[in-house]
């Protein structure tokens, strides 16, 4: 700032009127007043712990947890330790997350495409399932689905069923789980050399293109490879891979993959809920290209299906790309609710029956919220990079 | 030659191009794809809304105070009817209603005159909303002055308490957001770098993890002495993370102002404080409205999740009301009543936020 470059050199300016100074007072005041609020907190808390009896420090990771958890991706029984409940809740969160962006990124784009559509009543009910579903809290919903919908299932007895291999009832999804022989790693070694091989394949038909002007039709060259290749191999292999079909023994199925309600409830109502939010945002995205650019396509000769991925799609992602992100994060965050339902995720597991367990509140939520901070952090960054590859570049 | 001059009368357009069949060949069965379409669609209409409708009103029933009054075989709003007055006031006591209706009433009155356009001396009103009120409807509530009868918060619950959490929320979080969005503007390094983590740190976790945050660890960091009210808690824990999220909605208002604007200001040598409360923040606050509005959407919807803390909001009140042995087997009528009311609130506001951004669509943008 020159005005006060003027004044620093003559030096008359009083303490209180130079900004430079006065920032920095009022800068080391704030930090000073931060820091003392801090420290009381500290004590307050040492005071509190002390006279409550209250442990601390992160020792009871390792004592046995002594309580059972419905459904975990990793071995875990009553004997194993604190640590471990974190770990099995962690994997819980990130597996409904995963699922639930996956469903709700297809369900938001079909249903703005659909709000866009010159069909007036698939225009209109795309429009009523925005306005309805994201206008209704989203515990309500998972409540909805786990109280009113999936507890009204028959019993195991009585199981809805389809061809017989997979069984819907109050208990949970029954499917067939494949049981991998022996020679299955194989197959999936065919499958990584699949992609690697077409990865080269994309790289050498764009170069050919570049050189040439002839275009090599690399999506169909693609799938052959992805499915032909690890096929050829299952086949050689000895085809080892066998189906494990539930069976129902005594009061309930026995065997199989079970989806447990409280897993497929909590999967609905976030795939409807954020689904209705990306549909808006695809909406938004495709409205902000405008109508000329598909005119231009259409007079170039360009077929309706390359315009909409060559012209339209890539444009619009970009404008597309950062709300999603955040819609993802929330997502992620409302995975949280689960603990609602009695799902096993980490808020569920760890901020709610290890901390009862245990009383260390402050360990607990601490690392509860440092998982999920890490979580936001890491999508966004990935997030950001994928956008800054898709941006408009510039002069 | 016989120069003919008489036109002939306009015909009218063919009928297959205007009134219902016309409308219809465009939008319903402009291609053989669409006509499919059409059909799948309006069959899947068909047989979904004629049994919900079927359900919800005309085989339902209304009155009654037990569930011996449901006989038709749709849908039993007597649970709601019979329910309704805690369904509004929780557990307050019902000579004291009037109270809690006084405060409803005032919240109505203020909305409607800040909402409709032509209202004058909105400015007073708004003051009046954001100070005054707050506190006249807190001696309402909870009592304590002028002879009123104190009722602890324990007792508050249903729409009531939805509506106190989603207010005061709103309006406590927006100072501090305002706040928190000037110190990320701030050039002062460490102003800035507080305000960024703490901005982050609450937009990173779920509502969730505050809420038991609120609740288990913040009687642990205040003295021993001091109770701390469990509704009060959940507030503190509220207006943190909302003003996280108020603070990036003013932060894009600020930023929407043109550079222009801030240089005018230093230019007329305005200092920080009087350029942001005379010129930036009256404009910016302006652009924002719809997303402060959204932001409400947000949190009202939010609100439902006190119920994990054991807070009776209006869902929380449902719940325990399908597990009133007397209610068994009424969870849909339940969930449909809650969500409608819900509903009723939220659509509402985002019409408004809607029709307030075309109003007030500047050209900033563009």
Same mark, same amino acid.
């Given at each position: 700032?020159?005005?006060?470059?003027?004044?620093?050199?003559?030096?008359?300016?009083?303490?209180?009127?130079?900004?430079?100074?006065?920032?920095?007072?009022?800068?080391?005041?704030?930090?000073?007043?931060?820091?003392?609020?801090?420290?009381?907190?500290?004590?307050?808390?040492?005071?509190?712990?002390?006279?409550?009896?209250?442990?601390?420090? @992160?020792?009871?990771?390792?004592?046995?947890?002594?309580? =059972?958890?419905?459904?975990?991706?990793?071995?875990?029984?009553?004997?194993?330790?604190?640590?471990?409940?974190?770990? *099995?809740?962690?994997?819980?969160?990130?597996?409904?997350?995963?699922?639930?962006?996956?469903?709700?990124?297809?369900? =938001?784009?079909?249903?703005?495409?659909?709000?866009?559509?010159?069909?007036?009543?698939?225009?209109?009910?795309?429009?009523?399932?925005?306005?309805?579903?994201?206008?209704?809290?989203?515990?309500?919903?998972?409540?909805?689905?786990?109280?009113?919908?999936?507890?009204?299932?028959?019993?195991?007895?009585?199981?809805?069923?389809?061809?017989?291999?997979?069984?819907?009832?109050?208990?949970?999804?029954?499917?067939?789980?494949? *049981?991998?022989?022996?020679?299955?790693?194989?197959?999936?070694?065919?499958?990584?050399?699949?992609?690697?091989?077409?990865?080269?394949?994309?790289?050498?038909?764009?170069?050919?293109?570049?050189?040439?002007?002839?275009? @090599?039709?690399?999506?169909?060259?693609?799938?052959?490879?992805?499915?032909?290749?690890?096929?050829?191999?299952?086949?050689?292999?000895?085809?080892?891979?066998?189906?494990?079909?539930?069976?129902?023994?005594?009061?309930?199925?026995?065997?199989?993959?079970?989806?447990?309600?409280?897993?497929?409830?909590?999967?609905?109502?976030?795939?409807?809920?954020?689904?209705? @939010?990306?549909?808006?945002?695809?909406?938004?995205?495709?409205?902000?290209?405008?109508? =000329?650019?598909?005119?231009?396509?259409?007079?170039?000769?360009?077929?309706?299906?390359?315009?909409?991925?060559?012209?339209?799609?890539?444009?619009?992602?970009?404008?597309?790309?950062?709300?999603?992100?955040?819609?993802?994060?929330?997502?992620?965050?409302?995975?949280?609710?689960?603990?609602?339902?009695?799902?096993?995720?980490? *808020?569920?597991?760890?901020?709610?029956?290890?901390?009862?367990?245990?009383?260390?509140?402050?360990?607990?939520?601490?690392?509860?919220?440092?998982?999920?901070?890490?979580?936001?952090?890491?999508?966004?960054?990935?997030?950001?990079?994928?956008?800054?590859?898709?941006?408009?570049?510039?002069? | 030659?016989?120069?003919?001059?008489?036109?002939?009368?306009?015909?009218?357009?063919?009928? !297959?191009?205007? %009134?219902?069949?016309?409308?219809?060949?465009?939008?319903?069965?402009?291609?053989?794809?669409?006509?499919?379409?059409?059909?799948?669609? %309006?069959?899947?209409?068909?047989?979904?809304?004629?049994?919900?409708?079927?359900?919800?009103?005309?085989?339902?029933?209304?009155?009654?105070?037990?569930?011996?009054?449901?006989?038709? %075989?749709?849908?039993?709003?007597?649970?709601?009817?019979?329910?309704? !007055?805690?369904?509004?006031?929780?557990?307050?006591?019902?000579?004291?209603?009037?109270?809690?209706?006084?405060?409803?009433?005032?919240?109505?009155?203020?909305?409607?005159?800040?909402?409709?356009?032509?209202?004058?001396?909105?400015?007073?009103?708004?003051?009046?909303?954001?100070?005054?009120?707050?506190?006249?409807?807190? /001696?309402?509530?909870?009592?304590? %002055? /002028?002879?009123?009868?104190?009722?602890?918060?324990?007792?508050?619950?249903?729409?009531?308490?939805?509506?106190?959490?989603?207010?005061?929320? &709103?309006?406590?979080?927006?100072?501090?957001?305002?706040?928190?969005?000037?110190?990320?503007?701030?050039?002062?390094?460490?102003?800035?770098?507080?305000?960024? &983590?703490?901005?982050?740190?609450?937009?990173?976790?779920?509502?969730?993890?505050?809420?038991?945050?609120?609740?288990?660890?913040?009687?642990?960091?205040?003295?021993?002495?001091?109770?701390?009210?469990?509704?009060?808690?959940?507030?503190?824990?509220?207006?943190?993370?909302?003003?996280?999220?108020?603070?990036?909605?003013?932060?894009?208002?600020?930023?929407?102002?043109?550079?222009?604007?801030?240089?005018?200001?230093?230019?007329?040598?305005?200092?920080?404080?009087?350029?942001?409360?005379? &010129?930036?923040?009256?404009?910016?606050?302006?652009?924002?409205?719809?997303?402060?509005?959204?932001?409400?959407?947000?949190?009202?919807?939010?609100?439902?999740?006190?119920?994990?803390?054991?807070?009776?909001?209006?869902?929380?009140?449902?719940?325990?009301?399908?597990?009133?042995?007397?209610?068994?087997?009424?969870?849909?009528?339940?969930?449909?009543?809650?969500?409608?009311?819900?509903?009723?609130?939220?659509?509402?506001?985002?019409?408004?936020?809607?029709?307030?951004?075309?109003?007030?669509?500047?050209?900033?943008?563009?």
């Amino acid at each position: 700032m020159p005005e006060n470059k003027h004044n620093l050199a003559t030096g008359n300016v009083s303490f209180w009127n130079d900004p430079a100074k006065r920032s920095l007072v009022f800068q080391a005041i704030l930090f000073l007043a931060v820091f003392a609020v801090g420290y009381i907190i500290y004590q307050n808390t040492q005071h509190n712990l002390e006279s409550r009896g209250i442990t601390t420090g @992160f020792e009871f990771l390792d004592a046995e947890a002594g309580f =059972g958890i419905i459904q975990s991706l990793i071995p875990y029984d009553e004997t194993h330790s604190y640590g471990r409940t974190f770990v *099995v809740g962690l994997l819980n969160t990130i597996l409904v997350a995963a699922l639930g962006i996956f469903f709700a990124t297809i369900l =938001g784009f079909l249903i703005g495409v659909a709000r866009l559509s010159h069909n007036w009543l698939i225009a209109r009910i795309a429009a009523v399932y925005i306005e309805i579903f994201r206008n209704i809290p989203l515990l309500l919903q998972i409540f909805f689905w786990y109280f009113a919908v999936l507890r009204l299932l028959p019993g195991p007895r009585q199981s809805l069923e389809l061809a017989n291999v997979a069984f819907l009832n109050v208990r949970g999804v029954y499917l067939p789980s494949p *049981v991998l022989g022996e020679g299955f790693s194989w197959v999936l070694a065919a499958l990584v050399l699949a992609l690697i091989v077409i990865f080269f394949i994309k790289r050498w038909a764009r170069r050919r293109q570049s050189e040439t002007g002839d275009q @090599f039709p690399v999506f169909w060259a693609s799938l052959g490879v992805l499915i032909g290749l690890p096929f050829i191999v299952f086949l050689l292999s000895g085809a080892s891979l066998q189906w494990e079909i539930p069976e129902l023994k005594g009061f309930n199925f026995r065997g199989g993959l079970t989806i447990i309600p409280e897993l497929s409830a909590l999967l609905i109502a976030l795939t409807i809920y954020t689904a209705a @939010f990306i549909a808006e945002i695809v909406r938004s995205g495709i409205e902000s290209i405008s109508k =000329g650019q598909t005119e231009a396509a259409r007079a170039l000769g360009v077929s309706p299906g390359k315009t909409l991925q060559l012209v339209i799609i890539p444009q619009a992602m970009r404008v597309i790309i950062p709300p999603l992100t955040s819609q993802y994060l929330n997502l992620i965050k409302n995975s949280s609710l689960a603990t609602a339902i009695g799902y096993p995720d980490l *808020v569920s597991v760890f901020a709610g029956t290890t901390l009862n367990q245990t009383g260390q509140a402050i360990e607990v939520i601490s690392m509860t919220m440092a998982v999920y901070l890490t979580l936001s952090l890491l999508v966004s960054l990935f997030m950001n990079w994928y956008n800054k590859r898709m941006a408009l570049v510039e002069r | 030659m016989i120069h003919n001059d008489n036109k002939l009368p306009d015909l009218p357009p063919p009928k !297959n191009t205007t %009134g219902i069949i016309g409308w219809a060949k465009e939008n319903l069965f402009s291609s053989p794809l669409n006509s499919i379409l059409t059909i799948i669609a %309006g069959y899947l209409l068909y047989i979904s809304l004629v049994p919900a409708i079927e359900w919800a009103f005309v085989k339902a029933d209304w009155l009654g105070d037990s569930r011996e009054a449901c006989t038709s %075989g749709g849908a039993c709003w007597v649970f709601i009817t019979a329910r309704l !007055n805690q369904f509004i006031y929780g557990f307050y006591p019902e000579e004291l209603y009037w109270r809690v209706n006084i405060v409803f009433a005032m919240f109505s009155v203020l909305v409607a005159a800040l909402v409709i356009e032509r209202t004058p001396y909105k400015g007073w009103i708004a003051s009046f909303a954001l100070i005054v009120f707050p506190v006249i409807a807190f /001696f309402l509530l909870y009592g304590g %002055g /002028f002879d009123l009868k104190i009722v602890e918060t324990h007792k508050w619950g249903g729409l009531m308490l939805t509506l106190v959490l989603a207010v005061v929320g &709103i309006v406590a979080a927006l100072p501090f957001g305002i706040l928190l969005a000037l110190g990320r503007r701030s050039d002062m390094p460490v102003v800035k770098s507080f305000c960024v &983590i703490f901005i982050e740190i609450w937009r990173g976790v779920p509502l969730i993890t505050v809420l038991f945050m609120a609740s288990v660890m913040l009687p642990l960091f205040i003295p021993e002495e001091v109770s701390f009210d469990k509704l009060l808690r959940a507030l503190v824990g509220i207006v943190m993370f909302q003003s996280a999220y108020m603070a990036e909605v003013v932060r894009g208002g600020l930023q929407a102002i043109p550079k222009g604007q801030y240089e005018a200001a230093k230019a007329l040598g305005l200092n920080y404080w009087k350029s942001m409360g005379l &010129i930036i923040l009256p404009q910016a606050l302006k652009m924002m409205i719809p997303g402060i509005v959204n932001t409400f959407i947000a949190l009202f919807k939010d609100t439902s999740l006190v119920l994990i803390i054991g807070l009776f909001d209006l869902l929380a009140i449902v719940q325990a009301g399908l597990s009133d042995p007397k209610w068994l087997g009424y969870s849909v009528e339940g969930y449909v009543f809650v969500a409608f009311v819900f509903w009723v609130f939220c659509f509402g506001m985002s019409q408004y936020s809607q029709a307030l951004e075309r109003k007030l669509d500047t050209g900033h943008k563009s």
